[in-house]
């Protein structure tokens, strides 16, 4: 029997270590290894890019969480979607993005890796009929997010893994907003999985990173090999940091969801909150598919002020507990307005978000004092 979520987060890849016994993975702080005779390697370690044993715990804690058999880690989620792309495509080829797409996953796409010749179509991957439209002769990949960032938008997984299956085509599902704890797409038929580990994995904002995860042999080496000869790896210090993160993550997005369910509550009834964003609404278009694909439905939160721009950002800068910051995930509440910060690339855009629009990432905090505080900042 596979032991539970809980408690692969806390012991999968993290035995007590066969050295001092200290039982929590040490901080390899090495640069290289010594050798027994040239070639006599210890533990199959040479040098720290290719491989840490710090690094190597949290690849397995990973791989575990989201029911792959492999996963490498990298300095950043754009770092991990950097390696993903160019293991698994070549000039020529095209790949679908969300017409909604995180901000710096279209910015890699659009200004970089098109210049070394990858075409590239957004498309509202909600409608599964537009994206099999979208697939042309040299399409490689589909990358999906779901939800996505920061309306919410919701895409059926399984639906897209079938389609995906069906033009032998890759499926990507940067799984970031979910966490393996509240969706897994490997189990429903996606190749692999993109995590910005900076998010709730690490779950405290305290430090930065990647991962991909797969079951598929060829890719996980191929992506090996980029993250080798690339080089773009977390530090031990930063392998430590997601680990210790991790171990709560189950916890800690309970409490995610308690709170932004409550809070959603709340700003529904609210005279000054027009739409709400939030996947658990029945009124929310992909409500069914996130029922069927996700345990829960999340810590992020978006909404409009009946009043516009200016009014939104007002509640941004009266709020006393939600900081107004980008990023999201960590146990702290944070505020953001997506318009002009971290979508502000998208105005006149096909990503264009409504400038009204307010972003919540909803923290562990007292729900009673987040909702006094976000009350108040509505006036
Ligand atoms: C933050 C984020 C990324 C990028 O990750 P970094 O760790 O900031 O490089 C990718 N996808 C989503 C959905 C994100 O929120």
Redesign the pocket.
């Known amino acids: 029997m596979t032991d539970g979520f809980a408690t692969r987060a806390i012991h999968a890849g993290q035995e007590p270590d066969p050295n001092t016994g200290s039982v929590i993975t040490p901080i390899h702080a090495t640069s290289t290894y010594a050798q027994d005779g040239v070639g006599g390697l210890r533990q199959g370690y040479e040098y720290s890019r290719t491989g840490n044993p710090t690094r190597t715990a949290l690849e397995e804690v990973l791989a575990a969480l989201e029911n792959g058999q492999h996963a490498r880690a990298f300095a950043?989620?754009?770092?991990?979607?950097d390696a993903i792309l160019r293991a698994t495509m070549r000039p020529g080829d095209h790949l679908i993005i969300p017409d909604d797409a995180?901000g710096?996953?279209f910015r890699l796409i659009d200004k970089v890796l098109a210049g070394w010749g990858i075409e590239y179509t957004p498309v509202r991957l909600s409608d599964v009929d537009a994206v099999r439209s979208a697939i042309r002769p040299n399409t490689k990949v589909l990358w999906v997010?779901t939800p996505?960032?920061p309306l919410l938008g919701i895409a059926d997984i399984a639906a897209l893994a079938q389609l995906s299956h069906d033009t032998g085509t890759t499926l990507v599902v940067?799984n970031?907003?979910a966490s393996p704890y509240l969706q897994q797409p490997l189990e429903l038929g996606a190749k692999v999985v993109?995590?910005?580990?900076?998010?709730y994995l690490g779950g405290h904002s305290d430090v930065?990173?990647?991962a991909m995860i797969t079951s598929d042999e060829q890719l996980a080496s191929d992506v090996a090999f980029l993250q080798n000869s690339a080089g773009a790896v977390p530090g031990p210090f930063d392998a430590f940091l997601t680990m210790r993160g991790l171990k709560t993550l189950g916890v800690r997005m309970d409490r995610h969801c308690a709170n932004a369910e409550r809070i959603v509550a709340a700003l529904q009834s609210h005279p000054k909150v027009g739409r709400v964003y939030y996947p658990g609404l029945e009124s929310h278009p992909g409500h069914e598919v996130a029922a069927k694909q996700m345990n829960q439905f999340g810590g992020m939160v978006s909404f409009t002020h009946v009043d516009g721009e200016q009014a939104a950002l007002e509640v941004c800068s009266r709020t006393r507990l939600f900081t107004l910051a980008e990023?999201?995930?960590g146990i702290e509440s944070l505020v953001e307005h997506p318009g002009k910060m971290t979508h502000a690339s998208t105005a006149g855009s096909l990503l264009q978000v409504p400038s009204e629009l307010v972003r919540l990432s909803v923290g562990i905090e007292e729900v009673d004092d987040l909702l006094d505080d976000l009350l108040s900042a509505l006036g």
């Open positions: 950043s989620g754009m770092a991990a979607t995180y710096g996953t997010e996505t960032n940067d970031t907003f993109l995590h910005s580990t900076t998010k930065v990173g990647g990023s999201l995930g």
